[in-house]
């Protein structure tokens, strides 16, 4: 009777250590993100945890930025009505209907800073001049983050097209120095489009153009 036990402790140690094992092995790789990325913009509605979530937004804030400055700031909007209020008009306005969340990706455009270089200075509020490139790197980074988890997402236009951004910027409460660069609706994808080849070597001029 002991050793049968004994014997079924060590199978089920050994399956438990073979599905780690697989799980290990089937995790994609950061090139196998990146190259099968795909704006996803049919979802099926189901739900996106607040765990994927907080994920996909410390992927984002691990991005690159000029001087560790920051300008980034995420709202996050889950409440289905909202989504649809604040999102669903317009002729993309079906993806925000059934995603499981949506990002909207924005810049603190001023910031209160020292000058470069003047540690002892007094903090001014200052233009953050690398606010759009810091935050573009934010949200490609959770682009593929939510692949990562098997979820999709698409970038949707914010800045700088102001009729996109004003209503929602009123509509979500975005104080005047932030700007809303992107709209990312998440969710389950109700679609796998195969990922466009954009490989074109001559767009590269090795050492010289
Ligand atoms: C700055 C920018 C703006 C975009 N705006 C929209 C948009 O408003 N709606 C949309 O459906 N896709 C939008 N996209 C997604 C592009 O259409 C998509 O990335 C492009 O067609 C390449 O396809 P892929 O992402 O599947 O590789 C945008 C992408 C970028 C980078």
Redesign the pocket.
């Known amino acids: 009777m002991r050793t049968l036990r004994i014997i079924s402790v060590v199978m089920a140690a050994t399956l438990l250590a073979s599905c780690v094992g697989k799980a290990q092995e089937s995790a994609p790789s950061a090139l196998d993100v990146i190259m099968s990325r795909?704006?996803i913009?049919q979802f099926t509605g189901e739900p996106v945890t607040r765990e994927q979530l907080e994920t996909i937004l410390k992927a984002g804030m691990a991005a690159p930025t000029a001087m560790n400055v920051q300008p980034w700031r995420f709202v996050v909007v889950t409440d289905r009505e909202k989504m649809i209020s604040v999102f669903g008009g317009g002729p993309?306005g079906d993806m925000f209907k059934t995603a499981g969340a949506v990002i909207v990706v924005c810049g603190e455009t001023t910031m209160k800073m020292k000058p470069f270089g003047q540690p002892d200075a007094e903090a001014t509020e200052q233009p953050n001049k690398f606010w759009f490139e810091d935050c573009a790197l934010a949200g490609e980074n959770i682009l593929l983050a939510a692949k990562a988890l098997g979820l999709g997402a698409?970038?949707?236009?914010g800045y700088p097209a102001e009729e996109r951004i004003a209503p929602i910027a009123k509509a979500l409460g975005i104080p005047s120095n932030v700007v809303p660069l992107?709209i990312i609706p998440i969710g389950v994808p109700a679609e796998n489009?195969a990922?466009?080849d954009?490989w074109k070597p001559e767009n590269i001029h090795w050492e010289q153009w």
């Open positions: 795909t704006s913009r993309r698409v970038w949707t236009a992107c489009p990922p466009k954009k």
